[in-house]
T-cell receptor, first 116, second 112 residues
Framework: EAGVVQSPRYKIIEKKQPVAFWCNPISGHNTLYWYLQNLGQGPELLIRYENEEAVDDSQLPKDRFSAERLKGVDSTLKIQPAELGDSAVYLC??????????????FGPGTRLTVL | QKEVEQNSGPLSVPEGAIASLNCTYSDRVSQSFFWYRQYSGKSPELIMSIYSNGDKEDGRFTAQLNKASQYVSLLIRDSQPSDSATYLCALSQAGNNRKLIWGLGTSLAVNP
């Protein structure tokens, strides 16, 4: 079974430029998460999708961040314009459908963003 | 008080020893508990999940959960240098919001 796929793996941009990250979750996983992780910190949730619906975007800075999951599978996270403080690793994770107590989340390799 | 607390370490153990990683949490209604391993420059990898009080063993790893005392631990037997990583504790609270609350991680160094 293929894991969560993310691209690109690395991205270097200048501040004020736009950037987009792509994620393909594990097949059959309806729930998709975007996280941000800074060095020495745990992952911080940005947005959670159940199928194509964003059910928790309370931590997403909506003035510059946007996300979509149009067909309930792949997802894109965008930053426009990027700021120096956005430099971090952006992680995508997915989990199996609702039901039961399990909430095991599986992570992709992440995208390391550097804003200059 | 942080919701999930871990000793940041580094925890240093000799090869072949038992490494003991601990995590305490503040919300009594937490239901699901997870241990992730994260190598430097890599993403978190799920290694153990536990949902009920007691021990759960998987190979060299044992997770221990005590809901009354609000702690969950991870034991690594016969530690290997390849176990050197940061171990993140995460929990999922009651309800169906599927949100994980994360600790900051404990850095483990296994010395040959």
């Amino acid at each position: 079974e293929a894991g969560v796929v993310q691209s690109p793996r690395y991205k270097i941009i200048e501040k004020k430029q736009p950037v987009a990250f792509w994620c393909n979750p594990i097949s059959g996983h309806n729930t998709l998460y975007w996280y941000l992780q800074n060095l020495g910190q745990g992952p911080e949730l940005l947005i959670r999708y159940e199928n194509e619906e964003a059910v928790d975007d309370s931590q997403l800075p909506k003035d510059r961040f946007s996300a979509e999951r149009l067909k309930g599978v792949d997802s894109t996270l965008k930053i426009q314009p990027a700021e120096l403080g956005d430099s971090a690793v952006y992680l995508c994770a997915s989990s199996s459908p609702r039901g039961g107590s399990s909430n095991e989340q599986f992570f992709g390799p992440g995208t390391r963003l550097t804003v200059l | 008080q942080k919701e999930v607390e871990q000793n940041s370490g580094p925890l240093s153990v000799p090869e072949g020893a038992i490494a003991s990683l601990n995590c305490t949490y503040s919300d009594r209604v937490s239901q699901s508990f997870f241990w992730y391993r994260q190598y430097s420059g890599k993403s978190p990898e799920l290694i153990m999940s536990i949902y009920s009080n007691g021990d759960k063993e998987d190979g060299r790893f044992t997770a221990q959960l005590n809901k009354a005392s609000q702690y969950v631990s991870l034991l690594i037997r016969d530690s290997q240098p390849s176990d050197s990583a940061t171990y993140l504790c995460a929990l999922s609270q009651a309800g169906n919001n599927r949100k994980l609350i994360w600790g900051l991680g404990t850095s483990l160094a296994v010395n040959p």
